[in-house]
């Protein structure tokens, strides 16, 4: 194999470890192998830094292996180049498993230029991402805390889930700290309900006739706080993605053209990806990088099916939800393209291609800084019209006909 690099390293990392193998030696030659451990402490990881620079080297590889890479790429990052190498590619051959073997595979690979760089965002995009994927922790928190609430409601035998849209709307929550507090009267815990709720009180008076045991208030007062907790929380973080997300304004603002991109969605977008588009060459690498594409899967010359590979989880679940909405916007392209699939395909994998469809138009608009243009409803009735009259053309023509189309007077 031809050898890319002259003095190269590869590092097997792990929590309290670091394995370092660097290989030095021109093409045509026997590399000399240089092999060393080092702690992955901040002074340790320096440490490393200075020892790869002392002996002139240029390149560096190692496995995107859980957050163990994080700490070791942001100290060596700007003084050599850094890849970043899917673990699944660059598996070591079975029967010589130990943390040199490791190591010295990798650099070996790096050598030769076998490993293809993960895609690592900048610093300032690799911040954003890390607050935006804490919301999308705090939304899960919320919503299973939200649940445990259900449940204890249920065991108690309030059904105020069964009358009330929302429970932890303003009503709902007047009710449920009400109950917490140990109030028994369900008139007087009605009469807390605001707006149209208050239509309702005769349902909600039966509904919150339950049996809260002192133990069931004890545990849903707790609920309560913890749910008014992550709300604080979530305000917070999003004045602080807010001013994260200033340098980048003109493009958030691009994508929340699109149906079903919402401020978080949009935020999300960018935090996965970036803004900078060069690094995926074309839609297609983006969207199979996501997840969102299609599985290729081919044995014996017949393509056979295959769903979409894990990708990138945090973006794909992102437009997913977005995909969900879009297709409700009405008179969307989305919409009609939506319900096309469906019918062949089922919904979830009808929502899935709109998801991509999502992703290949924020490629665009990040790309050129073009604003985003809707084809409309109609648009797939006139692709099927053009294609339709293009064969029927050359059908009459091969059957040895002079064509000419005439539109039809109203």
Known sequence: MDVFLERCAGLDVHQASIVCCVLIGAPGRKPQKLLRS????????????????????????????????????????????LTVGNAHHIKNVPGRKTDVKDAEWIAQLVRHGLVAKSFVPPPAIRDLREMVRHRRTLIETRTAVRNRVLKLLEGANVKLSGVASDIFGVSGMAMLEALAAGTTNASEMAGLARGRMRSKHAALEAALQGRMGEHQCFLLGMHLRNLKAIGQDLETLDVRIGIQLEPYQAQHQLLTQIPGVDWVTAASIIAEIGTDMDVFASARRLAAWAGVAPGNYESAGKPKGAGTRRGNVFLKSALFAAASAAVRTKGSYYRDKYNRLRARRGPVRAVMAIAHKLLVAAFHM?????????????????????????????RLTNLGYDVMLVPKAA
């Open 38 to 81: 080092f702690g992955t402490t901040t002074r340790d990881l320096e440490a490393l830094r200075a020892w790869l620079a002392e002996h002139g080297v240029t390149h560096v590889g190692m496995e995107s292996t859980g957050v163990y890479w994080k700490p070791v790429y942001a100290v060596l990052e700007g003084h050599v180049d």
């Open 366 to 394: 990040l790309s050129t800084g073009e604003a985003f243009r809707d084809l409309g409803e109609g648009y797939l009735d006139q692709v099927a019209r053009k294609r339709s009259t293009s064969k029927l053309v050359q």
